[in-house]
């Protein structure tokens, strides 16, 4: 009875740690319902090793049980000597062959996979994103445009898009389960790859190469909006200058706190100082009151911008902020983020995407 008991109480543990586990996937961020390209030849490479590696399992494992049940000494049967296959030629040779065809099974689509994700020879006739990785967030520059992003990244959909990236210091990797395969960020070299997504959305980004004490919170958003909707986004992101909005008292003073207290000084508000391949210290605030997130990670409310101007060591241990600035009252905050709030030069928005 106790025994029946145990064996209860652990499938009833396995039961709930196998329904947790079932809802980790996330719609727009899981590598087996993919949204993209590189994820959708990532997913058959996948599925094709683990049919490989399923198949042999079974073989082997029935082979097995056939030989258990069938070979096994009846009770009083006495012991006989069977055929010795030691050095057989034809064993050796079967054994040696098979894995070779399977390997050869599961090499060749990789291969050929690999070098087709890598090959650029079309790039100047695609949008081209140069991304840096920074500890620990993203920056995102359209090549031609003389406009950037951080944080968001907007593509059109069903177009191929061509990111180039780099590491502003450590090693990261550029990584969209939904849309793409993983690619390194080295600081020495530029790694390309294109991304082409199917459908409009907001898609999850990880940073995959350990990086520091908040590399699980180097996340960032890929938007994926129509072409039309693209093209007017770019537009909007030009013509956005943080000087000529109308602003309320509040916010205005806000906006000069902003520059009295040295924020201008890794922040970006608008594309009109643009230069082409600088590299900013801190992350773009152009389109801030767009983000689908503060920081990459925080949902956009006010209590989290309170919480990141306040003490932002809080929410990414070893981020490059903290300590960077005088230390700000809270009815400073208030007007500063009135300011930030007010930075949203689109319609376009991962909002409106989601
Ligand atoms: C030394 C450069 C530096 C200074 C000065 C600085 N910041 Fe930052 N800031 C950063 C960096 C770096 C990050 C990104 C941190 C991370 O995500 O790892 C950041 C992030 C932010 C974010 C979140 C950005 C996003 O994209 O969601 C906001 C908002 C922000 N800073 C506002 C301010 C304000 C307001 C001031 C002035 C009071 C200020 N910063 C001063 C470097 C700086
Ligand atoms: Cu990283």
Redesign the pocket.
């Known amino acids: 009875m106790k025994d029946w008991l145990s064996k209860f109480r652990a499938l009833v543990l396995f039961g709930i740690v196998a329904l947790v586990l079932s809802a980790c996937g996330r719609e727009n961020l899981t590598a087996l319902d993919p949204k993209g390209y590189g994820a959708e030849v990532s997913l058959k490479l996948i599925l094709l090793t683990t049919i490989v590696m399923t198949s042999v399992f079974l073989v082997v494992i029935i082979l097995l049980i056939i030989v258990l049940v069938r070979f096994r000494r009846k009770k009083g049967e006495p012991l006989k000597n069977v055929p010795q296959v030691e050095g057989s030629k034809t064993l050796e040779a079967i054994w040696t062959i098979i894995p070779i065809i399977l390997v050869g099974i599961m090499a060749v689509p990789t291969v050929v996979a690999t070098f087709q994700l890598a090959d650029t020879s079309d790039k100047d006739e695609h949008i081209n994103i140069n991304v840096t990785g ?4 993203w920056h995102f520059e359209y090549e031609n445009e003389e406009i950037a992003t ?2 968001d990244m907007y593509i059109p959909v069903n177009k191929k898009v061509y990111v180039n990236l780099i590491s502003n210091d450590v090693l990261h990797s550029f990584w969209v389960p939904s849309i793409s395969g993983k690619l390194d960020v080295n600081p020495e070299n530029v790694n390309t790859m294109f991304i082409q997504a199917y459908e409009e959305g907001v898609y999850f980004g990880k940073c995959a190469e350990l990086c520091g004490p ?1 590399h699980s ?2 996340d960032f958003k890929v938007v994926v909006v129509s072409e039309e909707e693209y093209e007017q986004w770019v537009n909007d992101m030009k013509s956005f200058n943080s000087q000529e909005l109308e602003l309320d008292a509040v916010a205005a003073e806000g906006r000069d ?2 520059e009295e ?3 201008v ?3 970006a508000t608008d594309s009109q100082n643009f230069v082409p391949g600088q590299k900013p ?5 152009t389109q ?1 009151a767009d ?1 689908s ?4 990670i ?1 949902h956009p409310t006010e209590e989290n ?1 309170y919480k ?2 306040k003490d ?1 060591e809080s929410v ?1 241990p070893g ?3 903290t300590g ?3 230390e ?1 009252s809270d009815e ?1 905050i208030e007007k ?1 983020s009135a300011y ?1 709030m007010q930075l949203s030069p689109s319609e376009v928005t991962a909002a409106s995407k989601e």
């Open positions: 920074y500890q620990y967030w951080s944080q908040s919170l180097m706190l902003f207290k040295g924020c000084a890794c922040h210290i801190g992350p773009d605030l801030f983000r997130r503060i920081a990459g925080l911008l990141w101007l932002p990414k981020n490059k902020m960077a600035y005088p700000l400073e500063i930030l």
